[in-house]
């Protein structure tokens, strides 16, 4: 039976939460838990893609990550050119359409050049796409938005009375469609400052797996999970 539009996850979003975790637990160092990570973002890209998810959105770095040790945040400001390098020819390849939501421009030049590079070689595929959240907080899109929004005001493009869809054209995903559907990994119940405007009615999932544990099969778990849900956008369904 086909499934109607509500019961179908367009845009998938995912917090890639517990790779520090997972490499604590192996005995290793937390930048192989990132690693391990990375190479993640390839499988689930791919089964996202299989499954029929259109939208697929990961938190790769967060405004508040820079909190975290300088050496940390040095290996995650590599990793990148890291999963790029092994996989980009095979994104391209597959049709994967890649782009990126964050203030990229306050990133390290060598870790921008790859994620354009990225963005500028898959710019014309039609396939699945595949948008990489860094340096990025729901907080801050949104007054980014209101003060894109306020100029515009200033400037005499448009009045004070808008409705939220004009307003989703100052949001970073500009022309994507809300969230369906949320996982975090590793058994963390929050959302992070994550995709605030874009989750008002998504469903959500906690999973506990950790990111590199979480596995295609998992991902079928979720998304036949969250077909089975009744979603009713505030409203209330004949019975």
Not at 135 to 152: F, M, P, T, W
Request: proline share 3%; charged share 30%; hydrophobic share 40%.
């Amino acid at each position: 039976m086909e499934k109607t539009e509500e019961k179908k996850c367009r845009h998938l979003a995912i917090i890639m939460d517990g790779n520090g975790r997972w490499a604590k637990a192996q005995g290793k160092p937390r930048t192989a838990g990132h690693l391990a990570g990375s190479d993640n973002v390839r499988t689930i890209a791919i089964a996202a893609d299989e499954l029929g998810v259109k939208y697929l959105t990961l938190y790769a770095f967060s405004t508040e990550n820079w909190k975290r040790s300088e050496n940390e945040v040095n290996y995650l400001m590599k990793l990148p050119g890291v999963l790029f390098g092994k996989y980009i020819d095979e994104f391209v390849e597959r049709g994967f359409h890649l782009s990126m939501i964050g203030e990229v421009d306050a990133l390290p030049k060598e870790t921008q050049k790859v994620l354009n590079n990225a963005v500028e070689r898959t710019k014309n595929n039609t396939g699945l796409n595949l948008n990489i959240a860094i340096n990025y907080g729901g907080q801050r899109e949104i007054v980014l938005a209101a003060e894109k929004y306020a100029k515009d005001v200033l400037d005499g493009r448009i009045g004070l009375d808008i409705t939220n869809e004009q307003f989703e054209q100052y949001l970073m995903t500009k022309g994507m469609p809300n969230v369906d559907l949320l996982i975090r990994t590793s058994g963390e119940m929050r959302i992070s400052n994550y995709l605030l405007w874009q989750i008002a009615y998504a469903e959500m999932e906690f999973v506990p797996e950790s990111w590199p544990e979480f596995t295609p099969e998992v991902l079928d778990r979720c998304l036949a999970e969250f077909e089975g849900r009744d979603r009713r956008f505030g409203g209330v369904k004949n019975e």
